[in-house]
C-alpha cells in the first residue's frame, strides 16, 4: 500500500505570495495517477489537478501540478485570500490513498 | 453537469450496520469509477473503496475488509455504501465520489457527504 506524505503542515503566506507544497510516496505512483484537492471549511474537497499535472475544468491556471516516480508538487503561483484551505495530494493508481494535508493560510 | 445527491444524516449504536446512498442525476454511475471517502471530525480523507459499476468487482481498502460493501444499482443510477460492525471511530461523513473520465479513479464529481454519528 503506498502511503503519501505531505509537507508541509502549515503554510503561512503574504497575499501574491507563491506556495509550493510537497506529496511524497511510499513507493512510485504508477501512471502519475496523482490528484490534488482543495477543501474548504464545511464543504466537500475540490479536485484541481489529475494525472500529476492536469488542470481539472475550471481550475484558475495560478494552480499547477508537476511531479513523477514519487515526488509531487503543487504549486500555487500567486496566493489569492480565497486560497485558504486544506490540501490533499491522492494516488488513485492499483488503489487509492490520501495524504495527511497541508493547510495554507493567508497572512 | 454531473449531480450526486446523498442520503441524510444517521445515528447509530455501536456494533449496528449504516447504509448511505449516492444518487446520480446529470451523467450516468455505470462506466465511471465510484468511490467513497470518508472524513473524520477535524481529520483528513480517508479512502474507503471504489467499483466500476460495468465491471462489477469493488476494491475495498485493506482497513474496511469484511466490513464494507459498496455496491451499484444501474437501472436506479445510485451507488451504496454499507459498512457494519460500527463503532465510535466511525463517526465521519461519508463521500461519494464519481470520476470523469471512463477508465480513470480521479475524484471530479462529490457529494455533498452524510454524516454518520455512532453512539451509545
Known amino acids: 500500500e503506498i502511503v503519501l506524505t505531505q509537507s508541509p503542515g502549515t503554510l503561512s503566506l503574504s497575499p501574491g505570495a507563491r506556495a509550493t507544497l510537497s506529496c511524497r510516496a511510499s513507493?512510485?505512483?504508477?501512471?502519475?495517477?496523482l490528484a490534488w484537492y482543495q477543501q474548504k471549511p464545511g464543504q466537500a474537497p475540490r479536485l484541481l489537478i489529475y494525472?500529476?499535472?492536469s488542470r481539472a475544468t475550471g481550475v484558475p491556471d495560478r494552480f499547477s501540478g508537476s511531479g513523477s516516480g514519487t515526488v509531487f508538487t503543487l504549486t500555487i503561483s500567486r496566493l489569492e485570500p480565497e486560497d485558504c484551505a486544506v490540501y490533499y495530494c491522492q494516488q488513485y493508481g492499483s488503489s487509492s490513498a490520501f495524504g495527511g494535508g497541508t493547510k495554507v493560510e493567508i497572512k | 453537469q454531473v449531480h450526486l445527491e446523498q442520503s441524510g444524516a444517521e445515528v447509530k449504536r455501536p456494533g449496528s450496520s449504516v447504509k448511505v446512498s449516492c444518487k446520480a442525476s446529470?451523467?450516468?454511475?455505470?462506466?465511471?469509477?465510484v468511490a467513497w471517502v470518508r472524513q473524520a471530525p477535524g481529520q483528513g480523507l480517508e479512502a474507503m473503496g471504489r467499483i466500476i459499476p460495468i465491471l462489477g468487482t469493488p476494491n475495498y481498502a485493506q482497513k474496511f475488509q469484511g466490513r464494507l460493501t459498496i455496491t451499484v444499482d444501474k437501472s436506479a443510477n445510485t451507488a451504496f455504501m454499507d459498512l457494519s460492525s460500527l463503532t465510535f471511530e466511525d463517526t465521519a461523513v461519508y463521500y461519494c465520489?464519481?470520476?470523469?473520465?471512463?477508465?480513470?479513479?480521479?475524484?471530479?464529481?462529490w457529494g455533498p457527504g452524510t454524516l454518520v454519528t455512532v453512539s451509545s
Open positions: 446529470g451523467g450516468t454511475l455505470s462506466s465511471y469509477s
Open positions: 494525472a500529476a499535472s
Open positions: 513507493q512510485t505512483v504508477g501512471g502519475n495517477y
Open positions: 465520489v464519481r470520476s470523469r473520465f471512463v477508465g480513470s479513479h480521479e475524484g471530479t464529481y
